[in-house]
T-cell receptor, first 117, second 110 residues
Framework: DAGVIQSPRHEVTEMGQEVTLRCKPISGHDYLFWYRQTMMRGLELLIYFNNNVPIDDSGMPEDRFSAKMPNASFSTLKIQPSEPRDSAVYFC???????????????FGAGTRLSVL | GQSLEQPSEVTAVEGAIVQINCTYQTSGFYGLSWYQQHDGGAPTFLSYNALDGLEETGRFSSFLSRSDSYGYLLLQELQMKDSASYFCATKSRSNYQLIWGAGTKLIIKP
């Protein structure tokens, strides 16, 4: 399997612009997670999906952030409008079992490094 | 609430053994996981402990003591490629998703 695939790997944009990050999870995985990582705040869970349905978006920082999963093989994280404080590395991860299962391995994509100028 | 604490940085010598500690506070415990992340890379799963004791995977071992709310990752025969950040994580009681420690940066000197 190719693993979790994210695009783009790097994104540089100007404040106020819309940014769309993309993720293809590992085939057969029924959970998908979006994380944000910064030096100050570490690794933060933004939102996760189970079988394409958003389960918990309490980590989404503001209404400027939105995520969708139209099918089992594709998800997007959108920031509109973007701000300099959104600069971070955004990771997508997928797993085969979560929820009540205590042990689940999350497989991470390579991440998208976002810089908002 | 739930939180995990680990040292921000640990330094060791190539070929040596190093231990990275993790203490946690949880309202319900669902096991302790360890992930490795190289600079510029993504976190990758290393180990998981649900019960007390030692889990060994090659040069890496992970230990858990639930009575002490404490675990550690033990790396033996350190190699330069082990230079990375190491994260402990446990399940959230509210949504069963991982809560992460802040990470320990392991610096290895020749």
């Amino acid at each position: 399997d190719a693993g979790v695939i994210q695009s783009p790997r790097h994104e540089v944009t100007e404040m106020g612009q819309e940014v769309t990050l993309r993720c293809k999870p590992i085939s057969g995985h029924d959970y998908l997670f979006w994380y944000r990582q910064t030096m100050m705040r570490g690794l933060e869970l933004l939102i996760y999906f189970n079988n394409n349905v958003p389960i918990d978006d309490s980590g989404m920082p503001e209404d400027r952030f939105s995520a969708k999963m139209p099918n089992a093989s594709f998800s997007t994280l959108k920031i509109q409008p973007s701000e300099p404080r959104d600069s971070a590395v955004y990771f997508c991860a997928s797993s085969l079992a979560a929820g009540g299962q205590f042990r689940d391995i999350q497989y991470f994509g390579a991440g998208t490094r976002l810089s908002v100028l | 609430g739930q939180s995990l604490e680990q040292p921000s940085e640990v330094t060791a010598v190539e070929g040596a053994i190093v231990q990275i500690n993790c203490t946690y506070q949880t309202s319900g415990f669902y096991g302790l996981s360890w992930y490795q992340q190289h600079d510029g890379g993504a976190p990758t799963f290393l180990s998981y402990n649900a019960l007390d004791g030692l889990e060994e995977t090659g040069r890496f071992s992970s230990f858990l003591s639930r009575s002490d709310s404490y675990g550690y990752l033990l790396l033996q025969e350190l190699q330069m490629k082990d230079s990375a950040s190491y994260f402990c994580a446990t399940k959230s009681r509210s949504n069963y998703q991982l809560i992460w420690g802040a990470g320990t940066k392991l610096i290895i000197k020749p």
